[in-house]
C-alpha cells in the first residue's frame, strides 16, 4: 500500500508496467477460455487498453471499429489500428510483436453508407484469417460490440458469435497489485483537486469558471490522458443532482459539490465527490442532511469485504420510496450508488438497489469502486459524498482522503446569512 510518485526510475520499484501488462492479457486469455472461446475481437477502448496496453486518441474513444484488437487461442494479441497510425505503433508498444499490427476495416457503425458491407466484409476475412494462423479456425468468436451489419456478415459466413463483453468485465473486475497502485496515485490526484477547489472557490465565479480551472490543474499533471467531466454544482442545481456544469454564478452562502468523473492518469480513472459551502457556514438542517449521506456511504463501506456481495451493500440503503417518495428505485438512479473503477468508468461491481438485491454479485478481493451517496432539498440545495476503495483480505484501503466527515466551508463571512434565518427559509 504505497503512493510512490508519478514517474518511473532506476532506485525505487513503483508501478511495474511490464508485470501489469502481462497479468492484463492474461487474465484476458484466462476469462476467454473459462467462456469457451477460441477469440475474442475487442472494439471498446478499455478493452483494446487492457489486453494490447496501447492508447485510444480522444478523437477515436466511443467509435468502436476505428481500431480494434483480437486475441485468438494462446498467441499474442493483433492489433487493427486505423490507416498509418500501427507505424507509431510498432515504435511506441514494442511488445506487440510487430507482424501483429495492422490496419483496420472500419465502417464507423454505419456511417460509410452503402460502403459498410463492403468494409464489413473485409473484417470478417480478416478476423477469418487470424483464427486461420492461430489454429482456432470454427471456434467459437466473443466481441463485445457488434451493429446489424456485422450481425448479417457473421451469420452470412457461419461464423460463430457471442457476448465477449462479459468475459472481458469479468477480467477487468480484479486488479493486480500495479493496478491498485495505478489507483492509489488516481486518489492521491483527487485528493489534490479537492483541495485545488477548496482554494480557488469563492462567491461570484461561476460553476463553468471552476470546471475549466480544475481542469486546468489536472492537464498539468505527468500521466494525464484525460479529464472526461469534472462536474460542479451549485445551489438548485445539486438537487435533484443533474450532474452537469452551468453558467450559474455562485453566491455566498450556496451548496456546491465537485467530481471528478473521471481524470484518467495511465488509463486509470476516477469519480470521487466532496461538498462545499462557500462564503458561510452551512445551517443545522444542511448539516443533518450531509450527516445522513455520510451515515448511508459509510453503513455501505463497512459491509464490502471479500465473499460478501452487492445484495449486502445495497441491502443498508434506504430505498427510493421511502427516502424521496419515488415509485420505483430506477427513478433513483445513480443516487445510492457503487460502481467498478479501472480502464472503464464502469467496471464490475456496480450496486444499486435497482438491481443488486435480486442479482447479487460478490465482492473480490483485489476490485476496485467508488461508493457514493446523495440528498438534499429539491431546487433549494443538495449534498454528494463518495468514497473510492481497494478490497483486501482483511480490510478495506480507502484512497479518496480529502477530509468527508463534514461539509467543507470555504471562507465564510462572520455573520452572513445566520444558519436559523435560512433554516426558516426552507421549512
Not at 489534490?192 to 490543474?217: D, Y
Request: hydrophobic share 40%.
Amino acid at each position: 500500500m504505497a503512493n510512490f510518485g508519478l514517474v518511473g526510475l532506476d532506485w525505487q520499484q513503483r508501478v511495474n508496467w511490464e508485470r501489469m501488462r502481462t497479468y492484463r492479457l492474461e487474465r484476458a486469455r484466462e476469462r476467454m477460455k473459462a467462456a469457451g472461446l477460441s477469440a475474442l475481437i475487442l472494439m471498446y477502448d478499455e478493452n483494446v487498453r487492457y489486453v494490447t496496453s496501447t492508447l485510444t486518441p480522444g478523437w477515436n474513444r466511443l467509435k468502436p471499429g476505428l481500431r480494434y484488437a483480437m486475441l485468438c487461442g494462446d498467441d499474442p494479441p493483433v492489433l487493427f489500428e486505423q490507416g498509418d497510425i500501427g507505424m507509431q505503433i510498432k515504435r511506441h508498444s514494442p511488445w506487440i510483436p510487430e507482424e501483429n499490427v495492422r490496419y483496420s476495416y472500419a465502417w464507423i457503425k454505419g456511417a460509410a453508407g452503402p460502403a459498410s458491407t463492403q468494409q464489413v466484409g473485409k473484417f470478417v476475412k480478416a478476423v477469418k484469417q487470424e483464427m486461420k494462423k492461430s489454429n482456432v479456425a470454427g471456434g467459437k468468436v466473443g466481441i463485445d460490440f457488434v451493429d446489424i451489419n456485422l450481425i448479417k456478415a457473421f451469420e452470412e459466413e457461419g461464423i460463430d458469435w457471442t457476448d465477449g463483453m462479459t468475459p472481458m468485465m469479468e477480467a477487468r473486475a480484479v486488479k493486480n497489485i500495479d493496478e491498485q497502485e495505478c489507483f492509489r496515485i488516481v486518489g492521491a490526484i483527487g485528493d489534490a483537486a479537492h483541495w485545488e477547489t477548496m482554494n480557488f472557490l469563492k462567491p461570484g465565479l461561476t460553476e463553468n469558471q471552476v470546471t475549466a480551472h480544475i481542469m486546468k490543474f489536472l492537464y498539468d499533471i505527468p500521466g494525464m490522458e484525460d479529464v472526461e467531466d469534472v462536474i460542479v454544482s451549485s445551489g438548485p442545481n445539486t438537487w435533484p443532482n443533474w450532474r452537469n456544469f452551468s453558467d450559474r454564478i455562485i453566491k455566498p452562502g450556496d451548496i456546491v459539490f465537485m467530481d471528478l468523473a473521471a481524470l484518467t492518469w495511465n488509463g486509470y480513472k476516477s469519480c470521487y465527490y466532496r461538498t462545499y459551502c462557500v462564503g458561510a457556514e452551512p445551517s443545522q438542517k444542511q448539516k443533518d442532511i450531509y450527516a445522513t449521506a455520510l451515515d448511508w456511504l459509510y453503513k455501505a463501506i463497512n459491509e464490502v469485504k471479500p465473499g460478501a456481495t452487492t445484495r449486502d451493500i445495497a441491502s443498508v440503503w434506504p430505498s427510493a420510496k421511502e427516502t424521496w417518495g419515488y415509485e420505483e428505485e430506477d427513478q433513483a438512479a445513480a443516487n445510492l450508488w457503487g460502481h467498478g473503477l479501472g480502464l472503464a468508468q464502469y467496471d464490475p461491481p456496480v450496486i444499486s438497489r435497482i438491481w443488486s438485491l435480486d442479482h447479487p454479485i460478490e465482492i473480490q478481493e483485489g476490485m476496485t469502486f467508488a461508493l457514493e451517496t446523495q440528498h438534499g432539498i429539491p431546487f433549494e440545495w443538495g449534498v454528494r459524498i463518495e468514497e473510492m476503495l481497494i478490497v483486501h483480505s482483511d480490510h478495506t484501503e480507502i484512497v479518496s482522503n480529502f477530509p468527508v466527515e463534514q461539509i467543507t466551508v470555504v471562507d465564510p463571512i462572520p455573520g452572513y446569512a445566520a444558519p436559523d434565518s435560512r433554516d426558516r427559509k426552507l421549512v
